[in-house]
Antibody, heavy 120, light 111 residues
Framework: EVQLVQSGAEVKKPGESLKISCKGSGYSFTSYWIGWVRQMPGKGLEWMGIIFPGDSDTRYSPSFQGQVTISADKSITTAYLQWSSLRASDTAMYYC?????????????WGQGTLVTVSS | QSVLTQPPSVSGAPGQRVTISCTGSSSNIGAGYDVHWYQQLPGTAPKLLIHGNSNRPSGVPDRFSGSKSGTSASLAITGLQAEDEADYYCQSYDSSLSGWVFGGGTKLTVL
């Protein structure tokens, strides 16, 4: 069974760093793109970026380039999303996802979401 | 402002048919890129509903159907049920942005 299991909710202060995770299982982790989507409170879905764990090829949405870092450790089948300095506006639910066929294909599996709250 | 435009809300009575539109441009839907639809039930992660414009994954009822024409796509839901109350999102690829784009989402209310 394909599963994407994300790390738990986080409460942070502005300026702090954070790294959340997404562990893939039940499939060949290095053969599928893993991506991240932001959903701010009461708002829609925003694509942040994706990584191909097989060769660490990473692409970012222009809106998130330079704001976050996406990485993956294929030895433990885990992808990461990290911030070096959080802002209150980073408060949101973050979903990881799997894409089996590249840019033009659908997202076939989603993680359960990680709620990040940034508040002083 | 989302690149793909959806109506913020639609509603219908049980048993009725509703449609949700997704309007793009020549750099995404109009360029021939596939449109995919996701259903997000309250408090849960999105779930793939329609892929490749009109294809249903295994387990999705045939009450859900998708179509695409020109720079727009549509999701139709027939025989509306209370359990269909959710947010629906369209998604495609945009060549100008070199990445994925989502619609702003449509909240379906079953009256």
């Amino acid at each position: 069974e394909v599963q994407l299991v994300q790390s738990g909710a986080e409460v942070k202060k502005p300026g702090e760093s954070l790294k959340i995770s997404c562990k893939g299982s039940g499939y060949s982790f290095t053969s599928y793109w893993i991506g991240w989507v932001r959903q701010m409170p009461g708002k829609g879905l925003e694509w942040m970026g994706i990584i191909f764990p097989g060769d660490s090829d990473t692409r970012y949405s222009p809106s998130f380039q330079g704001q976050v870092t996406i990485s993956a450790d294929k030895s433990i089948t885990t992808a990461y999303l990290q911030w070096s300095s959080l802002r209150a506006s980073d408060t949101a639910m973050y979903y990881c996802l799997r894409n089996p066929s590249g840019w033009f294909g659908p997202i076939d599996y989603w993680g359960q979401g990680t709620l990040v709250t940034v508040s002083s | 402002q989302s690149v793909l435009t959806q109506p913020p809300s639609v509603s219908g009575a049980p048993g009725q048919r509703v449609t949700i539109s997704c309007t793009g441009s020549s750099s995404n839907i109009g360029a021939g890129y596939d449109v995919h639809w996701y259903q997000q039930l309250p408090g849960t992660a999105p779930k793939l509903l329609i892929h490749g414009n009109s294809n249903r994954p295994s387990g999705v009822p045939d009450r859900f159907s998708g179509s695409k024409s020109g720079t727009s796509a549509s999701l139709a839901i027939t025989g509306l049920q209370a359990e269909d109350e959710a947010d629906y999102y369209c998604q495609s690829y945009d060549s100008s942005l070199s990445g994925w784009v989502f619609g702003g989402g449509t909240k379906l209310t079953v009256l």
